[in-house]
């Protein structure tokens, strides 16, 4: 059973920084692909980065790219998502997801926003104020 469970939301002053962490269990990590997606208020759920663990390519949404940054721990089947410089627009509900078995998340360009996967964690809020 593929088991995803996020932790580390909070609320935070806009500017400043949060790490979201994914422990993950019941697949392969490091043949997988892992997504962060998030639904902010009144909004449909988006992707915005992906890691493809069997390389480590990695990809993001325009408006997350050189704020946010996608890293594992294999040992751990844990991913992580390192947010700075945090905009009272991030607010949301993050969400991981893990392509089990790989087929289209993080195959490409724009392939952060594949929402076909099966197994998701149940989600973390994170709040920034302004």
């Known amino acids: 059973e593929v088991r995803l469970v996020e932790s580390g939301g909070g609320v935070v002053q806009a500017g400043g920084s949060l790490r979201l962490s994914c422990v993950t269990s019941?697949?392969?990590?490091?043949?997988?692909?892992i997504g962060w997606f998030r639904r902010a208020p009144g909004k449909e759920r988006e992707g915005i980065a992906c890691?493809?663990?069997?390389?480590?390519?990695?990809y993001y949404k325009g408006s997350v790219k050189g704020r946010f940054t996608i890293s594992v721990d294999s040992a751990k089947s844990t991913v992580y998502l390192q947010m700075d410089n945090l905009k009272p627009e991030d607010t949301a509900v993050y969400y991981c997801?893990?392509?089990?078995?790989?087929?289209?998340?993080?195959?490409?360009?724009?392939?952060?926003?594949?929402?076909?996967?099966?197994?998701w964690g149940k989600g973390i809020l994170v709040t920034v104020s302004s």
């Open positions: 997801t893990a392509d089990v078995p790989l087929s289209h998340l993080c195959q490409g360009p724009g392939s952060y926003e594949y929402s076909g996967m099966s197994d």
């Open positions: 019941g697949f392969a990590f490091d043949e997988n692909a």
């Open positions: 890691r493809r663990n069997t390389d480590g390519r990695t």
